[in-house]
């Protein structure tokens, strides 16, 4: 879920720690930055303010948080890899489920998948591409793109522009 409603990275998500989830002027985010040695984003333009659709509150997500100490992963059943990546059991595990669920080719990067698939609503949705950008993580290649803010309100009124997840969300339920 947080995946289809941000557009983030599998290791940005994995590796994010409660106090990550911030409550700035009315407005919940994640704070996705490079900011311990135990994580890392693409590159510069990776570190952002993500706000969390109107969906993952109204479906208990800041209660889980809530429920969790400051101090620890968001996710905290995510052990570091040999590879010194926090997401690759998650990557694995969507994989093999994609592939043998719902039988999706092996052309698709599964979690991946939920990048193209935000971009895509984002576009549906009207939002600005952007606006789209930069709560996905990307640079826009054009140097007037580094100029000016783009406050979290302006964000956060964007995100919520994106569509419901197409499935029951009454069956969600957060664990640890």
Do not use: M
């Not at 040695?37 to 479906?59: C, F, M």
């Not at 429920?67 to 996710?75: E, I, T, V, Y």
């Amino acid at each position: 879920l947080l995946a289809y409603y941000t557009g983030c990275r599998v290791e940005e998500l994995a590796q994010l720690y409660v106090e990550d989830v911030r409550l700035t002027d009315g407005i919940y985010h994640l704070s996705i930055e490079a900011n311990d040695t135990d994580k890392s984003v693409k590159n510069a333009g990776s570190n952002r303010q993500v706000p969390l659709h109107d969906d993952l509150i109204t479906l208990g997500f800041i209660d889980y948080v809530n429920s969790l100490s400051g101090s620890q992963r968001l996710f905290p059943s995510l052990k570091l890899g040999s590879d010194g990546r926090y997401a690759t059991r998650v990557g694995k595990w969507i994989t093999h489920y994609f592939r043998t669920t719902l039988n999706v080719g092996l052309d698709v990067r599964a979690f991946h998948a939920f990048r193209h698939t935000f971009k895509t609503k984002a576009r549906l949705s009207g939002i600005p591409k952007d606006v789209a950008d930069v709560i996905n993580g990307h640079s826009s290649g054009d140097v007037s793109g580094t100029y000016g803010e783009y406050p979290l309100q302006l964000l956060k009124s964007e995100i919520d522009k994106l569509p419901s997840v197409p499935v029951e969300l009454t069956q969600i339920a957060w664990s640890p």
